[in-house]
C-alpha cells in the first residue's frame, strides 16, 4: 500500500457519460497530481493541485476538470466521454519537500 | 524542465547486471535524477535518487558523472520479476513541482 488511495479501480461507462475518480493523497502531502496512461502509452500530466489551489496544468481536455478539497482529497471529473478516453488514471502525490512522487494504483476507465 | 533521453528498450537474462544510461544535457543545478519503475497496470514506484556521484540503496546503485548530463541507473543480478518500464526524471524537487515522464525504457527479463 503506497499511502495513495483512489477509487474506484475500475469503471466501465457508456460514451457521452460523466464520471468522477477520486484520489486521497498520502497523509501530510500538500500537492497531487493527476496523469492519463492510453494502452501501452506513457505517462501524461493532466493537472497538479497545491493545498487546495490549481498549480500547474497539462493536456489536460477541457472536458476534464479537477479540484482538491480542504481535506486535501482529489476529484477528477470526466465528462462527455469519448471511447477515447479509455484509459489508466492516476493519481500521485508529493510533499512540500521531497524527493519524489507516490502514485496510487490508479483507476481503469473503459468508455464503451 | 531538462529534457531526457533513454533507450526505448533492453533485454537481458536473469541473473545478469543491467545499466540503463539516461542522457540529460541541459539539467539545472538544482534539478535531482530520479528514476521510476512501473509494471503494467501499476502506478510507478519510486527507485532511487540522486544528485551526484553514486547512491545505493537495496534495489539499485545510480551512477552520476562529475558533468552531470548523464545517468546510469544500475540493477545488479535482474530477475523475471525486473520486466518493467524505467522512467528517468529530472527536476527539482523543493517546491512539489510538477514532472515529466518520457517514453521510458522497456526493460525484458529473460530466463
Known amino acids: 500500500d503506497s499511502g495513495v488511495t483512489q477509487t474506484p479501480k475500475h469503471l466501465i461507462t457508456a460514451t457521452g457519460q460523466r464520471v468522477t475518480l477520486r484520489c486521497s493523497p498520502r497523509?501530510?502531502?500538500?500537492?497531487v497530481y493527476w496523469y492519463q496512461q492510453s494502452l501501452d502509452q506513457g505517462l501524461q500530466f493532466l493537472i497538479q493541485y497545491y493545498n487546495g489551489e490549481e498549480r500547474a496544468k497539462g493536456n489536460i481536455l477541457e472536458r476534464f476538470s479537477a479540484q482538491q478539497f480542504p481535506d486535501l482529497h482529489s476529484e477528477l471529473n470526466l465528462s462527455s466521454l469519448e471511447l477515447g478516453d479509455s484509459a489508466l488514471y492516476f493519481c500521485?502525490?508529493?510533499?512540500?519537500?521531497?524527493?519524489?512522487?507516490?502514485f496510487g494504483s490508479g483507476t481503469r476507465l473503459t468508455v464503451v | 524542465l531538462a529534457k531526457t533521453t533513454q533507450p526505448i528498450s533492453m533485454d537481458s537474462y536473469e541473473g545478469q547486471e543491467v545499466n540503463i544510461t539516461c542522457s540529460h544535457n541541459n539539467i539545472a543545478t538544482n534539478d535531482y535524477i530520479t528514476w521510476y519503475q512501473q509494471f503494467p497496470s501499476q502506478g510507478p514506484r519510486f527507485i532511487i535518487q540522486g544528485y551526484k556521484t553514486k547512491v545505493t540503496n537495496e534495489v539499485a546503485s545510480l551512477f552520476i558523472p562529475a558533468d552531470r548530463k548523464s545517468s546510469t541507473l544500475s540493477l545488479p543480478r535482474v530477475s523475471l520479476s525486473d520486466t518493467a518500464v524505467y522512467y528517468c526524471l529530472v527536476g527539482e524537487y523543493n517546491a512539489g513541482n510538477m514532472l515529466t515522464f518520457g517514453g521510458g525504457t522497456r526493460l525484458m527479463v529473460k530466463p
Open positions: 500521485a502525490s508529493s510533499a512540500d519537500r521531497t524527493y519524489g512522487y507516490t
Open positions: 497523509s501530510g502531502d500538500l500537492s
